[in-house]
């Protein structure tokens, strides 16, 4: 039997060699940062992690992580409703509400689990769910494990969402769900506009706040701080492993009884091990850091519209973006390829993307931009840009 299958799997994994997908992890052997050392002892600057605040290095995390892992142990070896819970769980979802200002809000081991648990427990035949269709994969598995009827409309358009919003009209119940920032492009999802039509249409709004938590709105709590909306939005979801410190786990946050049905009946709550005590205690750390000052997410707000404007002037083409994404357009696959490796030879760190990761024919590099960068990395980034730019015969 395994013969056959193995040499399914070969010609499988050939196909993919062989149409310039096949994906091989890149080796860093330092802490995440700014600046880090990848294979072969070289130093790069970063500008490819989600690391938006700077803190998957920070002491002060790390401190409380080594504190926690001493007084409270390593690993909880239960769920959360058997022998999981410890004081720090509770805490720290309570620091999560607080900073959304929601009501309530519940932890998962990652977003992909918060939102994989999060439609099957609230929705069912009659209902519907209408999905922005530039949504996470993990919202799409998560809208695939419910029974609610599917509507898609194309990315952020409001006149695409009136539609479904029409033709959902006779279901019982319909949520609306949109990413907060989509993170190929780093637009910020109309939640403004959405919200209306969900009001107009008498539908509920899920936000996930991956890509936009700790970045987007002045002081960082994401879409519903950006449109005045706090507290407003249903259901936000979000993870602990970008903005918030990096390591891992994640939330769903929203009104309380939303999140009372989801302890109930939300099967990777249910049946998954609770985050360790380090994660939780680590996480308080970081909302102490952010509640008490802004300048992470000034210093990231400065660094994005230094970058942005900079590569403009440079002549490159540039997404619009309201986040820490910057989308550097070059249209051709291979291009983005070559690009991306002579930017790593100048000791810049990206990630070029193309089909089927984006449009075809929307061949890109991604940047993303971090409170850890200073202003001597961003502009030893915006010349290695311009250098390989000239070089490759993009910029004149
Ligand atoms: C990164 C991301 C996730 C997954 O978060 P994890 O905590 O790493 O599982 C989910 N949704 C969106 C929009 C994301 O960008």
């Not at 952020?156 to 319909?174: G, T």
Request: with cysteine; net charge negative; hydrophobic share 40%.
């Amino acid at each position: 039997m395994y013969n056959n299958f193995k040499n399914y799997l070969t010609d499988e994994i050939k196909s993919i060699k062989d149409a310039g997908l096949y994906k091989n992890e890149r080796i860093i052997t330092t802490p995440q940062s700014a600046t880090i050392k990848v294979q072969g002892d070289v130093e790069v600057l970063n500008f490819c992690a989600n690391n938006y605040l700077g803190l998957a290095d920070s002491k002060v995390l790390i401190d409380a992580a080594k504190k926690a892992l001493d007084e409270k142990g390593y690993g909880m070896s239960s769920v959360r409703f058997i022998c999981g819970t410890q004081d720090l769980h509770k805490e720290l979802e309570k620091r999560i509400s607080d900073f959304f200002g929601t009501e309530d809000a519940i932890l998962y081991a990652a977003c992909f689990d918060a939102n994989g648990g999060v439609f099957e427990p609230l929705l069912n035949e009659q209902d519907a769910i209408i999905s922005d269709a530039l949504n996470h994969a993990s919202i799409i598995d998560g809208v695939r494990l419910c029974k609610a009827q599917r509507f898609r409309y194309a990315n952020a358009d409001m006149e695409d969402l009136e539609k479904q919003l029409i033709a959902a009209k006779d279901c019982r119940f319909r949520l609306i769900c949109t990413d907060g920032v989509f993170s190929m492009d780093g637009n910020v999802a109309p939640v403004d506009k959405i919200y209306a039509l969900a009001k107009k249409y008498d539908a509920m709004v899920m936000v996930d706040e991956s890509h936009s938590a700790g970045v987007v709105g002045k002081t960082g709590r994401g879409t519903t701080e950006l449109y005045n909306l706090k507290g407003e939005v249903e259901i936000l979801t979000g993870t602990l492993g970008k903005a918030f410190g990096g390591a891992v786990g994640g939330f769903t946050t929203g009104k309380k009884e939303i999140i009372d049905m989801l302890r109930q009946r939300s099967r990777p709550y249910l049946f998954s091990n609770s985050i360790p005590p380090m994660i939780a205690a680590a996480g308080i750390a970081m909302f102490d850091l952010i509640d008490k000052t802004n300048e992470l997410q000034d210093k990231l707000h400065s660094n994005t519209e230094y970058f942005v404007a900079k590569m403009k002037a440079a002549g490159f083409d540039i997404k619009p973006t309201e986040s820490a994404i910057c989308a550097v357009m070059l249209y051709d696959a291979k291009l983005s390829q070559d690009f991306a490796a002579r930017l790593q030879e100048e000791g810049i760190y990206v990630t070029g993307f193309y089909y089927p990761v984006v449009p075809k024919g929307q061949a890109r590099i991604r940047v993303q931009v971090s409170a850890a960068h200073e202003i001597n990395h961003l502009d030893k980034c915006i010349a290695a840009f311009t250098k390989v730019g000239k070089e490759l015969g993009i910029l004149k």
